[in-house]
């Protein structure tokens, strides 16, 4: 299946957040082994926006997609997102 432009991140919006989150995982503090997530998924029409975008390492990732604990990964996720960007509710609302 093609993506939609819109749901590619720019590599501008990619060295953002990767300085955003300070070089490592915003769930374990692992600097090593980094992915990019999105918090809304790309298949469901999730943004390449730094507001939907958070670093993770591979474990971490992967668990948040496809983990038994996946709902605790996605609340870290989503909190770690609302608290830099109040308008973050408004940005779910969008795309749900």
């Given at each position: 299946m093609k993506r939609k432009h819109y749901t590619n991140t720019s590599k501008e919006v990619r060295l953002e957040v990767w300085e955003r989150d300070n070089r490592h995982c915003i769930i374990c503090g692992r600097p090593s082994m980094l992915t990019f997530a999105h918090f809304i998924g790309r298949g469901q029409g999730g943004l390449g926006i730094k507001e939907n975008l958070v670093t993770l390492c591979m474990e971490c990732h992967h668990q948040a997609d496809n983990g038994k604990e996946t709902r605790k990964y996605k609340d870290c996720m989503r909190n770690y997102l609302?608290?830099?960007?109040?308008?973050?509710?408004?940005?779910?609302?969008?795309t749900t």
């Amino acid at each position: 299946m093609k993506r939609k432009h819109y749901t590619n991140t720019s590599k501008e919006v990619r060295l953002e957040v990767w300085e955003r989150d300070n070089r490592h995982c915003i769930i374990c503090g692992r600097p090593s082994m980094l992915t990019f997530a999105h918090f809304i998924g790309r298949g469901q029409g999730g943004l390449g926006i730094k507001e939907n975008l958070v670093t993770l390492c591979m474990e971490c990732h992967h668990q948040a997609d496809n983990g038994k604990e996946t709902r605790k990964y996605k609340d870290c996720m989503r909190n770690y997102l609302e608290e830099l960007y109040p308008s973050f509710r408004n940005l779910k609302k969008a795309t749900t």
